[in-house]
């Protein structure tokens, strides 16, 4: 028996740098165009679901890419409001046709979750607050048995804030800020 988890996989597959050697050397650069330059040019064994994010004073500046052995796409989300990021292919329709979990169906739990979470934040009143992310976070189906982890991340703070499957509690973790 085998279990799958639940991610991004378009089951693609080719020579390349490998995820965590990647993601080490995204930690680099220092800014977010040379971070994402480098990503769309560097030959990549499987698919990734990446966000970048970059202090611009007040400010965050937040990238998405969604990438393969043969796509990559780059999508800036630094608008106001509020930024929702899964482990699935949500913007690039080039690369559904091949993820397993088909998030072009809106009956699919992926898009299922994404617009109820969509439709919620919509109304909740800005900025977000951690009480109410959490909340947002735990809505039915947005929470499931195949949500591994929940985070909210709050950059300019330098938190992280996580529940993992199975725990009622989040946890709070710094980031670095070097």
């Known amino acids: 028996y085998q279990r799958r988890v639940h991610g991004i996989d378009d089951l693609e597959r080719a020579a390349g740098v490998p995820t965590t050697v990647l993601l080490r050397e995204l930690l680099t650069f220092t800014t977010?165009?040379?971070a994402v330059a480098h990503l769309r040019a560097v030959p990549r064994t499987l698919a990734n679901n990446i966000l970048l994010m970059q202090a611009r004073g007040a400010t965050m500046?937040?990238?998405n890419t969604e990438s393969s052995p043969r796509h990559f796409s780059s999508f800036n989300l630094s608008a106001p409001g509020h930024t929702v990021h899964a482990n699935h292919i949500l913007f690039d329709?080039?690369?559904w046709a091949h993820e397993d979990r088909r998030p072009r169906d809106p009956g699919h739990g992926t898009l299922a979750r994404y617009n109820v979470l969509a439709a919620a934040l919509a109304v909740a009143p800005l900025p977000i607050s951690l009480e109410t992310g959490r909340k947002l976070l735990s809505l039915p189906p947005v929470l499931n048995a195949n949500t591994l982890v929940s985070v909210l991340l709050q950059p300019l703070a330098g938190h992280m804030h996580a529940r993992f499957y199975g725990e009622?509690?989040?946890?709070?973790?710094t980031l670095s800020t070097r």
């Not at 009622?168 to 973790?173: C, K, L, N, S």
């Open 61 to 63: 500046e937040v990238r």
């Open 32 to 34: 977010i165009d040379a």
């Open 93 to 95: 329709p080039d690369m």
């Open 168 to 173: 009622p509690d989040w946890h709070t973790y």
